[in-house]
């Protein structure tokens, strides 16, 4: 019977712990809303104060917080919430993904871009450096004439762009 919850990869973080983390954790973002909310006011004075609307969505954060909470306790203490090997793939884009965010305000959207489909292609999806390079190029330019020429809406530039004149 262990076997049926555990899988054939073996271990990893049981499901029970990672609801009752995550109800924990959306439960102190909860307090939070409401704290700030009443720190900017969260009353009425001939209208809504800054903190009445988040205020009430802080208290609803709290309330469906509680619920998981308990909805947690319930869940199978052995049952597996994901195998290690699993989680080591959602890293391979997680980490990525956070890198590239890091850098779109120092380097602009375009070589951060660049470089991650680049990065993705070649790693995780095993295509040769040729085609890797063409869509790693292809992509941004094709998302630069769409919105930035035609729609005119302005996206992050960074030194790359300056040098270009764009």
Sequence with gaps: MEQAHQGAGGGGPKQRAVELGTALLTLLFGF???????KVGAGWDGGPQAGFFPFYVGLIIIGCSVLNLVSAYREDPVALFAEYSQLGQVLKVLVPSCIYVALVPALGIYVPS????????????KYGIPLSLAVAFGVPIFFYITLERWFLIPLP??????????
């Design 32 to 38: 939070i809303v409401v704290y700030g909310s009443l």
């Design 114 to 125: 660049i470089l991650l489909i680049f990065v993705f292609m070649v790693w995780l999806g």
């Design 157 to 166: 530039k960074g030194p790359v762009e300056a040098l270009l004149g764009l």
